[in-house]
């Protein structure tokens, strides 16, 4: 039998097993699993008035390391679908299911360790303000039953992490509002979990703060592998952090699936009106021999020259904007734009293989119906 060389992959928790033999290696299973799973999972409240049902038979499958994004408007059942997450609120029906555990059937006792894996910021910071950032960040690890000692040195290196470490015997009140978030995420960090859930975590803050705190998530997904569930009603945030995102309307998940997909072709009347915030889906155009098309900048570098006006120079394409919705974010461009294209077949699949040549643009045909 000849030795092998040791294979190495750059994800977690991937189990394979083989055997060799004349054929050489056969793989009987490769099983990364997913770190979440929601399934068939209801909340409904007893009020005054009745029972009100917040969540309705909610199914998503969270992978393993993914920025996943949850999103709805006002009263979707967002807020009580990440409080079921990690067991604030009880589900009424229906499991959360996390590293192959249903955290709903365990004991208090055991919840409580489970949550030290499954930690949450939120919209307003949520910091004690009476404690020292430094001691913010220690509270969590002496809870756990942490030295003081080793809990001040894993506080001031999250300080590191998160880009203050000048802040270590400030108090949150002489902080800004990112500065208090991240705080909170260093706190958040501090037991070294598996899942941060971020709760409209960047809705009380200014655009440009909201990109940096954005930014400091990417960065620590990637560097620490940690699942991130981020619940927001605001698409800018999905478009700029989440690789994959669910709808939430009324309780129910309307569509679901990667961010580029979903946004590129809406399917779901709530999905069109998030995307699609001017009424843009509606627009046709009165031209019967102009095709629509439409497209998503999912962080296009921004260009000196507009882009509709370089592809009327370059290709000889002239196109209408019915409708756009975009900003730029430091140096790119997030948002959407639906454009009718004159002229015959070949034109539009001209504009659209120009447009798809562009990095991190997706380009659609749109139906009359769509």
């Known amino acids: 039998m000849e030795f092998l060389q040791p294979v190495y992959f750059p994800v977690r928790r991937i189990l394979l097993l083989f055997v060799c033999g004349e054929g050489g290696i056969t793989y009987l299973k490769k099983a990364g699993f997913s770190m979440i799973e929601i399934k068939n999972l209801s909340k409904s409240f007893q009020t005054a008035d009745g029972t009100v049902e917040a969540l309705k038979n909610v199914n998503i499958t969270v992978p393993d390391g993914d920025i996943y994004g949850i999103i709805g408007m006002s009263g979707a059942g967002k807020s009580t679908l990440v409080r079921c997450i990690n067991m604030l609120e009880r589900p009424s029906e229906g499991t959360v299911v996390i590293d192959g555990q249903d955290i709903g059937a365990l004991s208090d006792a055991e919840l409580r360790k489970v949550r030290r894996n499954i ?105 620490l592998g940690i699942t991130v569930i981020i619940i927001t009603h605001q698409m800018s945030v999905v ?56 497209v998503v900048f999912n962080g296009a570098l921004a ?38 294209i004159p002229g015959d077949k070949e034109q539009v699949q001209r504009a659209i293989g120009y447009l798809q040549s562009i990095p991190d643009i997706i380009v659609e045909e749109v139906a009359e119906n769509a």
């Open 119 to 223: 930690t949450m910021i939120f919209q307003g910071f949520n910091l004690l303000m009476q404690r020292t950032c430094l001691k913010n960040i220690c509270f969590p690890l002496e809870l756990a039953g942490m030295k003081k000692a080793e809990a001040r040195k894993r506080a001031l290196e999250l300080l590191e992490t998160v880009g203050l470490p000048d802040k270590a015997n400030a108090y949150p009140a002489q902080l800004s509002g990112g500065q208090q978030q991240r705080i909170a995420i260093a706190r958040a960090l501090a037991t070294d979990p598996k899942v941060l859930l971020c709760d409209e975590a960047t809705s009380a803050l200014d655009p440009k703060t909201t990109h940096s705190i954005l930014e400091l998530i990417r960065d620590i997904n990637r560097k």
């Open 303 to 340: 260009a000196s020259t507009p882009l509709i006006a370089k592809m009327a120079m370059e290709q000889n394409i002239a196109a209408n904007i019915l409708s756009a919705s975009t900003r730029c974010i430091g140096d790119k461009v997030y948002g959407n734009m639906l454009l009718g």
């Open 239 to 294: 478009e700029e952090v989440c690789n994959h995102v669910a709808i939430l309307d009324d309780g129910v998940v309307v569509e679901e699936g990667a961010v580029g997909a979903v946004f590129a072709s809406p399917k779901s009347a709530a999905a069109k009106r998030l995307v699609f915030p001017d009424g843009g889906a509606d627009l046709l155009s009165e031209n019967a021999d102009e095709c629509r098309i439409r």
